[in-house]
């Protein structure tokens, strides 16, 4: 019994190492070819670079700089703000109502949508040439040429923040439901009966205490929404893009000295997120305060019907746009000739499907081993780190818990440009081990994000009694704690498959190319903007995860088919 | 430096210096040798994977070196060139001098000029040695010994050509404006309906130096890097063009597109008339898959185009060398450049000599059926030579000043 818990208790310091050691090598390497550093093993030896601060000047003295570190920074803000703003005001219109169940369950397949395929799915729609505009032309509209409409890669980047804010609802929709379970439902109720509107209930009586449990999530989503590349080269603006875009263009120019300059803004990217989670931060302290004073003067807000129907509106909009794009995709992926303004193809044709049929098979099988080692690893690391909290009754330390956090919030594009000359170095690159490796640097802090919550509300009774009963403390995890678990832990699972599906960069720089995986195949062959092939790569992309999704739904139901007291209730 | 990095500096130096030196590097003049080397070796060749029918080429070109010569050969797909040259940059870095990741690279332009200057290639001159060589047209193509003005000097070897050509839907725009001035008045007649790629993109670039070889009369202005005076003075009637026709061009020259293939498909959704591209046979290609309609045709600019070509390139820590030039060598054959030239396989132009052709090849090659958009050896006319490599390098850095902030 006590060399177990002392094994479990190595966990937390492998965890740590796990993340703790490619960040420190990341930003070692990141600084040296900012800094030009002479020494160590990411020396130049090649001719000099410029010194010291040359690097930050010259990234300063690019045309238009400002222009896309204003992007960054205002599309970051602006992604998160709107889809909590959405998922907040739904989920206090509908918490309690029976249709909720059915938006959730039409919501999970969105999740698994990766975020290139759903800003694919969402240009095919709206551009000028896109089906939307082909619907109406050229009957409705007289359009037999597109209209010369700025629409997509508009210069205030509206297309990109509406792109991500489609994948990013359904992401906070699901850490929101983690939460929940915690909280007290009878409080708005409660609120209701006072004669407080709706939707003020919620907010002023749940709100505050779910808000502090999807806080981490949030900030991922503005790290993320600041530091996008793939979504930001399909919707973003062009003349000037965002600071991502640019980072990778100047890692992409064929002049080395460039090189420095992207390490340089690489490390100005870290400060916009962080600058832009830290004006987030303040803003809470005035919407708290805000809110308070409100509450305090005890208003009411009773008319909130147009509020109600907006968030239905808004999200239901949202879920409708990421499916019509997901079906754009399969119908560009069977479609032969199809010109402006015809709505649907004028040849249909099977052949991008039978010409990619090989190379789908291979990269496709090569990703789902990946994916399914990455998030199993994971996972594994998250229970021995969650069981070990329990039966050593600590908590993560704020440290620890900030560090698990960092792959999510700090930008790809310095974490992994980093991590590559390591793995150069040891000549460890290339394999597949080391692509499942650095694929886990992501999945774990997903999978412990969604899974810690439910974990931690899990009723220890059952435990005790277990215990009490005589079973080992390792036979009460097995047969009592993982069984009734088995629901969310299998989600956990799911939504960590998802994210190693959707890794480039990682891939791409570990791989060494000779890993090739559907996403990194995507978008090589995306390269040549041939539409048809984005629809088909674009598809699949998405199915894979969508059936591991299904599978994680499906299985505790089979399997528990004859345990009423795990069946799925209206919340999870 | 402080002392710890010091200590570091030459322990890494050290390290280096001891570090086992390479196997000798396979002798492209002692071909049998290769041939017996290479049998067996797996090749990674780092190539654009953007496009369908040149992957598809690719791996016919696998085929055949894996049935004649026992040669595996793998695409690395890639989107940009340029992180090849990165990642190679990374293992030198790295003190790997064996056992790299790219064998074989697909290259040319700067990306050629970075690799061989920063002495990330094969340290000694092969391509020129390959049997094959012998047959491609080096004597008469200045582009195939000098890439963008950077000599080749046996670096790379030659794999095709291209030249910038323009090409129009003819049931829209009745005659092609061939010339800056018609051109300049077609774009102001028809607004919104012409665009060009962003540079710093290849074709981005090239149409600036297209514009502005028209615009000056001595060219001779481009045979040496620019200083800041003669590039104001040289191109300032380039900036008043583009000031004037930019107001009319696709969405108002508020942005651009992204490369030749999305120019492609904008011309495929009717968003623009005219578009451009590297190869020649682009149009009749799209044509051909139904991408663009049955009247497209192509044309150049009445004072020439810009023309270049590209290459194949070995790095210095290749690990299947001898494979990798074996690869080369096929893909100069008289076999491959005839499939490369097909325009229902890929329509790129040959680097061969038609003269140094076996009669059965020549009659081969004239037996290729063009398509209706492409322009036959006389149409395309006059190859205008790329100015020196930092023309293009200040042209991209004044254009982001001028339009991209």
Known sequence: MKAKTSRLAIIPALVLALLILPIGAATLSLLGTAFDWKFGWWAHSLEPFETSLGAFQTVLNVPGFWTSVGLSFWIGLFTALISLTIVMLFIATFLSSRGFFWVWVLMKPVLAVPHAAAAFGLLFLIAPSGFLIRLVSPELSGFLRPPDWLIVNDPAGLSLALGLILKEIPFLFFVTMAALPQTDFRRPRIAANMGYGQIWSWFISVFPGVYLQIRLPVFAVIAFATSTIDVALILGPVTPPTLSVRILQWMNDPDLSMRTTAAAGAIIQVGVTLLAVLTWWAAEYVVMHLGRMMALRGWRFKRDKILRLLSVGLLGASVLIVSVGTALLALWSVAGVWRFPEALPQVWTLKSWSDQATNLWETGWRATIIGLGAATLSLALVLASLENEYRNNKRATRLAWWTIYIPLLVPQIALVGGLSVLFIRFSIDGTLWAVILVHMIFTYPYIYLTLSDPWNAFDTRYLAVARSLGKSVNRAFWSIRLPILLRPVLAAFALGFAVSIAQYLPTLLIGAGRQPTLTTEAIALASGGNRRVIGTYALVQTLLPLIVFALANLVPKLLWSNRRGLQVRSVE | MPPFAKIFSILAAFALSVSPLAAADPDPNDWNSVLAEAKGQEVFWHAWGGAQNINAYIAWVGQEVQSRYGVKLTQVKISETANVVARVLAEFEAGRTENGAVDLVWVNGENFATLKRQGLLL???????????????????????????????????????????????????????????????????????????????????????????????????????????????????????????????????????????????????????????????????????????????????????????????????????????????????????????????????????????????????????????????????????????????????????????
Not at chain 2, 137 to 159: I, R, Y
């Open chain 2, 123 to 405: 340290s000694s001159p092969w391509s020129t040695f390959l049997p094959n060589y012998a047959l491609t047209d080096f004597e008469n193509k200045p582009v195939l010994t000098s890439d963008f003005t950077t000599p080749v000097d046996g670096l790379e070897s030659p794999w095709g050509t291209a030249q910038l050509t323009f090409y129009y839907d003819s049931a829209i725009v009745p005659t092609a404006p061939d010339s800056l001035a018609a051109l300049e008045e077609w774009i102001q007649k028809n607004p919104g309906r012409f665009t060009y790629a962003a540079p710093p993109n290849f074709i981005g670039t090239t149409f600036l130096k297209q514009v502005l070889l028209g615009l000056t009369s001595d060219h001779s202005v481009f045979k040496t890097a620019p200083d800041a005076t003669v590039f104001e003075a040289t191109t300032a009637p380039l900036w008043a063009w583009l000031d004037r026709v930019h107001p009319h061009l696709w969405r108002s020259g508020r942005i651009f597109a992204a490369d030749t293939t999305q120019l492609k498909t904008l011309l495929s959704d009717s968003e623009i008339d005219i578009a451009m591209t590297f190869n020649p046979g682009e149009a009749s290609s799209a044509i051909n898959e139904g991408l663009i309609p049955q009247t497209v045709r192509s044309f150049v600019m009445d004072y020439g185009s810009i023309g270049n070509a590209h290459f194949v390139a070995i790095p210095f820590n290749a690990n299947a060398k001898a494979g990798a030039m074996v690869v080369a060598n096929f893909l100069l054959s008289p076999q491959a450049q005839l499939r490369k030239s097909d325009e229902t396989i890929w329509g790129d132009p040959t680097v061969l000599a038609y003269d140094k052709l076996s009669p059965q090849d020549q009659a081969a090659f004239d037996a290729l059926k063009s398509g209706p958009a492409t322009l036959s050896a006389a149409e395309l006319g006059a190859t205008l030579n790329e100015p020196d490599a930092m023309w293009s390098e200040a042209l991209d850095a004044e254009w982001l000043r001028r339009y991209g902030g």
